[in-house]
Nanobody, 115 residues
Framework: QVQLVESGGGLVQLGGSLRLSCVASGSIFRTHVMGWYRQAPGKQRVLVATITSGDKINYADSVKDRFTISRDNAKNTVYLQMNSLKPENTAVYYC?????????WGQGTQVTVSS
């Protein structure tokens, strides 16, 4: 059974940093593109960043210079380091695993940035 378990969210002030973690079960970590999405209240879920098993990385333009996605294959874990956080980054952040039309999601972790 596939499980994605996120952690690391919380409340942070403007300009602060957080690191999100997502542990993936099973073999999907090596076969799927891992990523982070976020969903703000009343808005659609949108891409933040993705990373392939070959470490090919893609970022949303809005986070490109402030967020860093990485993976630790030995721990089946993908990370999202978020720096210089802004109130508009407030959202539920979801870990994802994707291969073709097959998608898996974590339960989400809340990130709140106060001004």
């Amino acid at each position: 059974q596939v499980q994605l378990v996120e952690s690391g969210g919380g409340l942070v002030q403007l300009g602060g940093s957080l690191r999100l973690s997502c542990v993936a079960s099973g073999s999907i970590f090596r076969t799927h593109v891992m990523g982070w999405y976020r969903q703000a209240p009343g808005k659609q879920r949108v891409l933040v960043a993705t990373i392939t098993s070959g470490d090919k990385i893609n970022y949303a333009d809005s986070v490109k210079d402030r967020f860093t996605i990485s993976r630790d294959n030995a721990k089946n874990t993908v990370y999202l380091q978020m720096n210089s956080l802004k109130p508009e980054n407030t959202a539920v952040y979801y870990c994802s695993a994707k291969r073709g039309v097959e998608y898996y999601w974590g339960q989400g972790t809340q990130v709140t940035v106060s001004s």
